[in-house]
C-alpha cells in the first residue's frame, strides 16, 4: 500500500498571506489527523477529520482550519500567516479508533518571511 | 487529562551499548501508550504499542518497551544501538477523543562510534 503522502513539501511565503497543505491518507483510512512541529512547542494536534467531519480539535486560532472530502483526501488552510506559522506540518491517517496505528506523512515545511 | 513526560531531552550513547529512553504516564485509567521515532527530515513512524495484554511489547528494529502500571512508566530499550538509530523519539497517549495523540518533548538519541 502507498503510505500517507503530502504536498508541497516545502513552502515559504510572506507574513499575511495564506496556505493550504494537501494530504493523501493510506487507502482504506478514514481518519486523518494533523500536527504543527515546532523546535519551541514540539508536537502540537491540529486537528482530526473523520468521514468528512471534524472529531476534535486543538488549542489553535480559527486560522487555521481544514477539512476532509469524500475520498478521505484532506486539506488544511492557514489564513493570515505569521511568522511564528513556519512550522513542520504532518497529517497522520489511521483507521478509526485510538488503538490504530497512526501512519504519518513526511510532512510539509512551512517558512513564513 | 492524560498526558506523557519524557525525562531526557538527549541521550548519547556509544555503538552496541545498550539504551533507555524514559517515559512517565499521567492517567488513572487504562491506557494506550505509544513510542514513535522520527529520522532527519521525516515523519513520525511507530516503533510499538502498547494497548493491553502482555507489559513486554517488541517493536521493530530490536526495540522493545515495558509497561509498568505501579511506575506508570513505559521506557523503551535496545541492548544494542547502531548508527542508524540515532533519531528523534517521542512517546505519545492518545488523549480527547477520537485520535487525538499528546506527545511528550521527545528525546534525542546521538549514537557515536
Known amino acids: 500500500k502507498a503510505g500517507v503522502t503530502q504536498t508541497p513539501r516545502y513552502l515559504i511565503k510572506t507574513r499575511g498571506q495564506q496556505v493550504t497543505l494537501s494530504c493523501s491518507p493510506i487507502s482504506g483510512h478514514r481518519s486523518v489527523s494533523w500536527y504543527q512541529q515546532t523546535p519551541g512547542q514540539g508536537l502540537q494536534f491540529l486537528f482530526e477529520?473523520?468521514?468528512?467531519?471534524?472529531?476534535n480539535k486543538g488549542n489553535f486560532p480559527g486560522r487555521f482550519s481544514g477539512r476532509q472530502f469524500s475520498n478521505s483526501r484532506s486539506e488544511m488552510n492557514v489564513s493570515t500567516l505569521e511568522l511564528g506559522d513556519s512550522a513542520l506540518y504532518l497529517c497522520?491517517?489511521?483507521?478509526?479508533?485510538?488503538?490504530?496505528?497512526?501512519?504519518f506523512g513526511p510532512g510539509t515545511r512551512l517558512t513564513v518571511l | 487529562a492524560q498526558s506523557v513526560t519524557q525525562l531526557d531531552s538527549q541521550v548519547p550513547v556509544f555503538e552496541e551499548a545498550p539504551v533507555e529512553l524514559r517515559c512517565n504516564y499521567s492517567s488513572s485509567v487504562s491506557v494506550y501508550l505509544f513510542w514513535y521515532v522520527q529520522y532527519p527530515n521525516q515523519g513520525l513512524q511507530l516503533l510499538l504499542k502498547?494497548?493491553?495484554?502482555?507489559?513486554l511489547v517488541k517493536g521493530i528494529n530490536g526495540f522493545e518497551a515495558e509497561f509498568n502500571k505501579s511506575q506508570t512508566s513505559f521506557h523503551l530499550r535496545k541492548p544494542s544501538v547502531h548508527i542508524s538509530d540515532t533519531a528523534e523519539y517521542f512517546c505519545?497517549?492518545?488523549?480527547?477523543?477520537?485520535?487525538?495523540?499528546?506527545f511528550g518533548t521527545g528525546t534525542q538519541l546521538k549514537v557515536e562510534l
Open positions: 505519545a497517549v492518545p488523549t480527547g477523543g477520537g485520535n487525538k495523540l499528546t
Open positions: 497522520a491517517s489511521s483507521l478509526e479508533r485510538a488503538r490504530d496505528t497512526q501512519y
Open positions: 477529520y473523520f468521514s468528512e467531519t471534524q472529531r
Open positions: 502498547y494497548l493491553s495484554g502482555s507489559t
